[in-house]
């Protein structure tokens, strides 16, 4: 009998722990060949100037894919690199490799499942399966206690029917070892001006260093288990997050690994305080399985209501003040100071900032959702447009919907980074109110 080879397509799944798809192939197969390609779809630039994906994002997906390939090195394997349409270029590899099948992480936004719709026609044309699996949430889907067309558009009852009838699969096994066959052109890994994309200017005031990569996300998950172990430990426990959301979107890291690892750290160390993270990321699942039910519904101005929320005449300079951080008001000028010399910001200043656009300057959200797709180095489709939608209060959960009063100079001072706190007192003094 010939040899079977599985084609392993990694997207948002830039992990060799726990994926499903590579320990699946490494099972059914003689051999496995891994495969990234870089979409040019990704990287366009709109008629505004605006790119798909900003300098922060793509530097950290080359390092993610540099590790991904150093990784899989270990293991004996090596990843294919390429630059072009997926449908092309996976056809193509699969006539040269003589591929038996293509295996791929099914997504939940229209771009994406958009993409693998094409992969699937094309791979069909020479007569071979797209084989789709679930791996980007920490609940999997074939467990939840009802359909996708049935799952609770309140948060509240989601949260509390998962919680009761659910539970999370565990990890799979990590294979042993990778057989690839032999590859003649893995190719390079390109630059950020191959991509067209300029070269992020790092700020001395940013608060985290994101590096991407498996490697990497293990070690933030390990230093953020540390101190969260210091913190219960301490009279005062303060709530930390993560930083992990970078690492998450890329699927560097998954969730199903942060919610055991966080659970045994909880059993190890007797911890029973309830575990934030845990509840964020099922905020991140609601999101997915939101997208999942409603798709195009989330990138509507009208959202799931009749009509789009009234916008001001001037909206236009309205959301350029805003974009540049002019708005006048300090803690928002601060936060958007922020994004675009870090690519990050806080739960609490993107919740300031959006409610901000839309409920006090009367902007568009989906210019605003637009704008933070571009510029967040954790842009996630469900997580950014999802969110978004809630604080118009257009999405398909408006009965949760808090106001948030950004403006106000007491909210404003509550809840800073150090970087906020920096441009505060530096080039944002003149605007605190005496
Ligand atoms: C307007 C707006 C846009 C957003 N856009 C994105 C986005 O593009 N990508 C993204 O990952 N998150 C997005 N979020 C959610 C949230 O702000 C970030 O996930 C969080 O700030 C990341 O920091 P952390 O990793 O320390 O989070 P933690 O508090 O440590 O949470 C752990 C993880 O849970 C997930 N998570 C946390 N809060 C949310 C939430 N409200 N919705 C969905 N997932 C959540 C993230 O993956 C996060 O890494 C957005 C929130 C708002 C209000």
Same mark, same amino acid.
């Given at each position: 009998m010939s040899e079977k080879t599985i084609l392993v397509w990694f997207r948002n799944d830039l992990r060799i722990h726990d994926n499903e798809i590579l320990s699946e192939a490494v099972r059914k197969a003689d051999k496995v060949l891994p495969v990234f390609i870089f979409d040019p779809f990704y990287f366009k630039t709109s008629a505004t100037g605006a790119l798909k994906t900003g300098s922060f994002r793509a530097r950290f997906l080359l390092q993610s894919v540099a590790d991904l390939r150093k990784n899989l090195q270990a293991f004996g394997a090596e990843l294919i690199i390429r630059i072009g349409d997926p449908a092309e270029v996976l056809t193509e590899l699969a006539e040269q490799y003589h591929i038996n099948e293509?295996?791929?992480?099914?997504?939940?936004?229209?771009?994406?499942?958009?993409? $693998?719709?094409?992969?699937?026609?094309?791979?069909?044309?020479?007569?071979?399966? /797209?084989?789709?699996? +679930?791996?980007?949430?920490?609940?999997h889907k074939e467990d939840l206690p009802f359909p996708i067309k049935d799952i609770p558009d309140s948060f509240v009852t989601f949260k509390k029917k998962v919680e009761r009838d659910s539970t999370v699969r565990p990890c799979t096994v990590s294979p042993d070892h990778i057989t690839t066959p032999e590859i003649t052109d893995a190719g390079e890994l390109p630059t950020l001006a191959e991509l067209g994309v300029p070269e992020p200017?790092?700020?001395?005031?940013?608060?985290?260093?994101?590096?991407?990569?498996?490697?990497?996300?293990?070690?933030? &998950?390990?230093?953020? %288990?540390?101190?969260?172990?210091?913190?219960?430990?301490?009279?005062?426990?303060?709530?930390?997050? $993560?930083?992990?959301?970078?690492?998450?979107? &890329?699927?560097?890291?998954?969730?199903?690994?942060?919610?055991?690892?966080?659970?045994?750290?909880?059993?190890?160390?007797?911890?029973?305080?309830?575990?934030?993270?845990?509840?964020? /990321?099922?905020?991140?699942?609601?999101?997915?399985?939101?997208?999942?039910?409603?798709?195009?519904?989330?990138?509507?101005?009208?959202?799931?209501?009749?009509?789009?929320?009234?916008?001001?005449?001037?909206?236009?300079?309205?959301?350029?003040?805003?974009?540049?951080?002019?708005?006048?008001?300090?803690? +928002?000028?601060?936060?958007?100071?922020?994004?675009?010399?870090?690519?990050?910001?806080?739960?609490?200043?993107?919740?300031?900032?959006?409610?901000? %656009?839309?409920?006090?300057?009367?902007?568009?959200?989906?210019?605003?959702?637009?704008?933070?797709?571009?510029? &967040?180095?954790?842009? $996630?489709?469900? $997580?950014?447009?999802?969110?978004?939608?809630?604080?118009?209060?257009?999405?398909?959960?408006?009965?949760?919907?808090?106001?948030?009063?950004?403006?106000?100079?007491?909210?404003? &001072?509550?809840s800073k980074s150090d970087f906020i706190a920096t441009w505060l007192a530096g080039e944002g003094a003149d605007k605190i109110p005496a």
């Open positions: 293509v295996y791929h992480h099914r997504e939940v936004a229209p771009d994406e499942t958009g993409i $693998s719709e094409t992969v699937e026609a094309a791979l069909w044309k020479i007569k071979l399966n /797209l084989k789709h699996f +679930i791996g980007h949430t920490m609940y200017v790092d700020d001395p005031r940013a608060v985290n260093k994101f590096t991407g990569g498996e490697t990497a996300a293990l070690s933030q &998950l390990y230093q953020y %288990l540390a101190n969260n172990l210091q913190n219960n430990q301490g009279k005062n426990r303060t709530v930390q997050s $993560s930083h992990l959301s970078p690492w998450l979107a &890329l699927g560097c890291i998954s969730p199903r690994q942060v919610y055991w690892e966080v659970v045994n750290h909880q059993r190890e160390h007797q911890l029973h305080s309830a575990e934030p993270l845990i509840l964020e /990321l099922l905020w991140r699942d609601y999101f997915r399985f939101m997208f999942k039910k409603h798709g195009q519904k989330f990138f509507r101005s009208e959202g799931f209501n009749n009509e789009a929320p009234d916008v001001a005449t001037n909206q236009d300079d309205l959301f350029e003040h805003w974009k540049t951080g002019e708005t006048g008001v300090p803690y +928002i000028d601060a936060a958007m100071h922020e994004l675009n010399a870090t690519g990050y910001i806080s739960n609490y200043s993107r919740q300031a900032v959006a409610t901000y %656009l839309t409920k006090d300057l009367q902007v568009d959200w989906t210019k605003g959702a637009l704008y933070f797709e571009e510029k &967040l180095i954790d842009y $996630s489709p469900a $997580s950014n447009w999802g969110n978004w939608a809630f604080l118009a209060g257009v999405g398909n959960d408006t009965k949760s919907n808090r106001y948030f009063n950004a403006a106000k100079p007491t909210v404003q &001072l509550e």
